[in-house]
């Protein structure tokens, strides 16, 4: 069963989406998802100019071989855009397998290690009251974890807050370039103790609470945070400090006991292997779509699970439904897994475009139970939502220094 032809589809059905099509000679087809948030014409170029060309002819079934000529075969190894056009490659290969084969993807990593795959929802809120009424509806609806994000006092934007914006797309309005948004430290911590302190007192302690920083603090602006967040017993601290020097989480660890998780935006096991064989971090976020596949994610959950962290693969919206499909399959599998983060199924113009068959219920989800991923792609729906270029929002001090996003 040899490749016969590789197709790059971009859609923008409220978000921007790379989506891989990989066809074999037996008719049997694949997806995978290619997103690069605001670089995706990049990844779009490689997969058509420079890989596509070098897999047309080979065995679909050769996925680590195809995995490793396209990572160690290349001069030009990690980065986002490899990565990402590896990962959709890596994706629609797994999905052909279990086509081929007649099982859910997850089957073929070794089976469930689990029921369903638990899930943690955002509440957000431009105020404390409003996020916690958030979260309450998240607990009704039977959530067991919820991120929290309230807007910060004094600043006129919060990351993780768009207030009655429904997404960063409509911040930018006829002229798409990045929006800037300015960050206070100082004001940041005169709210998010609070909000943790009142969120404990209003939903107990069963509840399981969540905070993303999102690398906004230094280490030791992180150790504090840690410190002051320890009463109310965090799940995890998300992204409390940028990590290009992994042993920043060394500092932050010798000061506090509040669970640490990272690595959305990290490309291969390298980002962070010291961070997991040192126990530094408690959680490892990394996403299928930007860090190589399906292949390099079960790499770093075996290699995680030696030194006790668990997996927490990024769910953010510029995921589509394909990487979605690929995480519960990774989840339902991995002895290691600890929590998946989901923002929900996305507009109604992406569920027309994608089914990704995956079962949402009381705060728990399932993967399809159909061969493969499970992931329907309409080509036509798709064409009817043309790319649209946009950008992630830049942070700024008050002082106009140019900070961490």
Known sequence: ???????????????????????????????????????????????????????????????????????RGVYWRKGAVNMAAIAAIDMALWDIKGKAAGLPVYQLLGGRSRRAVTLYGHASGSTIDETLDHCA???????????????????????????????????QGSRPLPPEEPWSTKKYFNGV??????????????????????????????????????????????????????????????????????????????????LIQNQWIDYIRMAATHAGGITALRRVADFAAIYNVKIAPHGAPDLSPICVAAHMHLNSWAPNFGIQEYVGAGSDACQQIFTNGVTVGNGMASPSEAPGLGVEFDEQA???????RSYLPVSRLEDGTLWHW
């Open 382 to 388: 798709a064409a009817q939502h043309p790319y649209k």
């Open 193 to 274: 103790v609070e909000l943790f302190r009142r969120a404990r007192e209003r939903f107990g302690p069963e509840l399981n609470l969540l905070h993303d920083v999102h690398s906004r603090l230094t280490p030791i602006e992180s150790a504090r945070l840690g410190k002051l967040l320890e009463p109310y017993d965090l799940l995890f601290l998300e992204d409390a400090s940028i990590a290009e020097n992994q042993q920043s989480y060394e500092l932050i660890r010798q000061h506090t006991t509040t669970p640490l998780a990272i690595g959305e935006t990290y490309n291969t096991l390298w980002d962070c292997k010291e």
């Open 1 to 71: 069963m040899n490749i016969r032809d590789i197709k790059v589809f971009i859609c923008s059905p409220g978000r921007n989406f790379v989506t891989v099509k990989i066809t074999t000679d037996s008719g049997i087809y694949g997806l995978g998802d290619a997103t690069l948030n605001g670089r995706e014409m990049a990844v779009v170029t490689y997969l058509e100019e420079c890989v596509a060309p070098c897999l047309i002819g080979r065995s679909a079934h050769d996925i680590e071989d195809i995995w490793q000529y396209l990572y």
């Open 137 to 171: 509806a998240l607990v009704a609806e039977g959530y067991s974890a919820v991120r929290l994000q309230s807007a910060v006092a004094g600043l006129p934007a919060t990351y993780g807050v768009l207030g009655d914006k429904k997404d960063y797309f409509e911040l």
